[in-house]
Nanobody, 121 residues
């Protein structure tokens, strides 16, 4: 069984910063991609940032230059540093990780429970 636990959300003023974390635990053999998504009220879930096992990153246009995704492979953790936050960044943020639980098994996608980020003055 694999679990992902997110933390770091909260209420912040426009222009402020937050750092989200997502830790995977359980029966983990290896992890491939790690990703952050968000879902604002009344909107579809959208990808925010992705990072491959090799460290290559990709960002949604709306967050480029403001958000940074990183990972700590030894701790099965992915981070999202969010700077210069705007009210339109308000959403529930979810992480997912592509995890293999056995050497010869496939990668499955596991999701965290979500963490609320609210940007308001």
């Amino acid at each position: 069984q694999v679990q992902l636990v997110e933390s770091g959300g909260g209420l912040v003023q426009p222009g402020g910063s937050l750092r989200l974390s997502c830790v995977a635990s359980g029966s983990i053999f290896s992890i491939n991609a790690m990703n952050w998504y968000r879902q604002a009220p009344g909107k579809q879930r959208e990808v925010v940032a992705t990072i491959t096992s090799g460290g290559s990153t990709n960002y949604a246009d709306s967050v480029k230059g403001r958000f940074t995704i990183s990972r700590d492979n030894a701790k099965n953790t992915v981070f999202l540093q969010m700077n210069s936050l705007k009210p339109e960044d308000t959403a529930v943020y979810y992480c997912n990780q592509h995890i293999k639980t056995q050497q010869r098994g496939p990668f499955y996608v596991y999701w965290g429970q979500g963490t609320q980020v609210s940007v308001s003055s």
